[in-house]
């Protein structure tokens, strides 16, 4: 969260974005840059940004782990792409014993055996999670069951954006 905009600053200083792509996490820089820049230099950040680009985050490879109980976490590779740190951080958001743990690639591929791979071509790294007593199955029919709204969700958005432009 940031402070309210105080009288005579840029009105940009305060701009955030929130990015999505799947395959992919959205982290902002921090601090924002166009708030240090303001604070730094004063005045306006529209001169600027129109003669000098300015990066406000990064999309970062993630790893998509879609649960049985229908929890999905999007964790990003540089952190958790080392299997088992992946599986730790699950037990920990799980309650779960991390050596017990079930964990699938929903491409039905095998899993690698130290790190996962960034998504390649527009692909994402989309793994199931089962506890113990939990089908990995009921984990793949979450997934499809969301990967099915997600598709239905944009093409609305699609649909509605059509109509707003007649």
């Known amino acids: 969260r940031r402070e309210p905009l ?27 840059p166009l708030a240090a820049r303001t604070e730094d ?16 985050g990064f999309l970062k490879p993630a790893a998509t782990v879609q649960c049985v ?29 991390a050596a017990k743990l079930q964990l699938a690639s929903a491409d039905e ?17 989309v793994l199931l999670c089962a506890l113990p007593g939990q089908r990995l199955g009921d984990a793949r029919s ?6 099915r709204s997600e598709v239905g969700e944009v093409l609305w958005a699609a649909c509605s954006s059509d109509e707003g432009d007649a």
Do not use: Y
């Not at 230099?41 to 406000?56: D, F, Q, S, V």
């Open 109 to 125: 591929a095998p899993l690698p055996g130290t790190f996962l791979q960034p998504p390649v071509a527009g692909g994402a790294c």
């Open 142 to 147: 979450e997934h499809e069951q969301r990967a």
């Open 6 to 32: 105080r009288s005579g600053l840029c009105p940009l200083a305060s701009l955030s974005l929130r990015c999505g792509r799947q395959g992919f996490c959205w982290r902002p820089k921090d601090p924002p």
């Open 69 to 97: 109980s229908g929890d999905r976490f999007v964790l990003p590779l540089d952190t958790f792409g080392e299997l088992a740190g992946l599986r730790e951080e699950l037990a920990q958001r799980l309650q779960g014993d």
């Open 41 to 56: 230099l004063g005045g306006c950040e529209l001169l600027r940004l129109l003669e000098c680009p300015a990066a406000l």
